[in-house]
T-cell receptor, first 116, second 112 residues
């Protein structure tokens, strides 16, 4: 089963709100990713967690705050977002278990975020 | 110049046609190659994953990698309207820390 789940499916928030996106995988993968995707563009990497530690931050503004509570869960906390942050937010996990990574990534269905 | 180039299309073909989707790349260190299919407003779905050069077949889909030309292809045989989607190529190497470098995506429409 190569499934990554994300909640919520849709989110509308005002610029002063605080909200969180959630991602879960039960494939035993030890690397998880957050991407942002705008219409007709490829996914754009935001953060990488490897063995529950933040390994890559692609210079993302601090209004996005990632968290990895355990090896199966990944959260993205949102605060004081701007309308230009409206996008599809994708979570992915990287293949491989038992300390051996492979290179393919499995994506969740995404959360469609609208900032008003 | 982008590291990965992919014709964005749109590409429109009749049902039953053979579709050829392509990407070129500039980084000779890339060794791991993927094709994703993305339906409108959905997450990308992994279609094919290949390592180094050669061919890989899965049902109606064939992925080819030619490292000498820095060129990868995805062929879809007997295309169906349900194949209408955006196809993204992605690639990585050992030193990328797990980062995928994506092409821009090709929008494919298969007409009944």
């Amino acid at each position: 089963d190569t499934e990554v789940t994300q909640t919520p499916k849709h989110l509308v928030m005002g610029m002063t709100n605080k909200k969180s996106l959630k991602c879960e995988q039960h494939m035993g993968h030890r690397a998880m990713y957050w991407y942002k995707q705008k219409a007709k563009k490829p996914p754009e990497l935001m953060f990488v967690y490897s063995y529950e530690k933040l390994s890559i931050n692609e210079s993302v503004p601090s209004r996005f705050s990632p968290e990895c509570p355990n090896s199966s869960l990944l959260n993205l906390h949102l605060h004081a977002l701007q309308p230009e942050d409206s996008a599809l937010y994708l979570c992915a996990s990287r293949g491989g278990t038992s300390g051996t990574f492979t290179y393919e990534q499995y994506f969740g269905p995404g959360t469609r975020l609208t900032v008003t | 110049q982008k590291e990965v180039e992919q014709d964005p299309g749109p590409l429109s073909v009749p049902e039953g046609a053979i579709v050829s989707l392509n990407c070129t790349y500039s980084n000779s260190a890339f060794q791991y190659f993927m094709w994703y299919r993305q339906y409108s407003r959905k997450g990308p779905e992994l279609l094919m994953y290949t390592y180094s050069s050669g061919n890989k077949e899965d049902g109606r889909f064939t992925a080819q990698v030619d490292k000498s030309s820095k060129y990868i292809s995805l062929f879809i045989r007997d295309s169906q309207p349900s194949d209408s989607a955006t196809y993204l190529c992605a690639m990585s190497d050992y030193n990328q820390g797990g980062k995928l470098i994506f092409g821009q995506g090709t929008e494919l429409s298969v007409k009944p």
